[in-house]
C-alpha cells in the first residue's frame, strides 16, 4: 500500500520561499502511472490543487500559482518537493501531498498524507 508524508516548517515568513518534501513508500515514483500531487487548504475554504510531477518528470502548475511554483523529485530518496516562492499570509493552508490518477486530478486522490499546516507570518 503507499503511503505519503508530508515534511518541512510549519512557519515561514512572508516573502521567504515555502518548501515542503512528501516521502513516498510502498510504490515508486518514477514507475507509476498516477502523477504526484500538492494540494492544500486554507482555512475556511475549499480544496486548491497546486500541480504534480508525473513519472516522467514532468510538471504541471494550476496557472494562478504557475510563476510561483516548482514540484521536484529525488529519486534516489523516492520523494518530491513543492516550493512556493514570495509567500503571503494568504498560503497559510494545511498542504497535502498525494497519488492520482492522472484522469482524476483536480478532483479526487488515490491516497492521501495526513497533511501539514503552514502559517504564513512575521
Known amino acids: 500500500q503507499v503511503q505519503l508524508q508530508e515534511s518541512g516548517p510549519g512557519l515561514v515568513k512572508p516573502s521567504q520561499t515555502l518548501s515542503l518534501t512528501c516521502t513516498v513508500s510502498?510504490?515508486?515514483?518514477?514507475?507509476?502511472?498516477?502523477?504526484w500531487s500538492w494540494i492544500r487548504q486554507p482555512p475556511g475554504k475549499g480544496l486548491e490543487w497546486i500541480g504534480y510531477?508525473?513519472?516522467?518528470?514532468?510538471?504541471y502548475y494550476t496557472p494562478s500559482l504557475k510563476r510561483r511554483t516548482s514540484i521536484s523529485r529525488d529519486t534516489s530518496k523516492n520523494q518530491f518537493t513543492l516550493q512556493l516562492r514570495s509567500v503571503t499570509p494568504e498560503d497559510t493552508a494545511i498542504y497535502y501531498c498525494?497519488?492520482?490518477?492522472?484522469?482524476?486530478?483536480?478532483?479526487?486522490?488515490?491516497?492521501r498524507g495526513q497533511g501539514t499546516q503552514v502559517t504564513v507570518s512575521s
Open positions: 510531477i508525473a513519472a516522467s518528470g514532468s510538471t
Open positions: 498525494a497519488r492520482v490518477s492522472p484522469l482524476q486530478y483536480g478532483s479526487k486522490w488515490t491516497s
Open positions: 510502498g510504490g515508486s515514483i518514477t514507475t507509476s502511472y498516477d502523477v
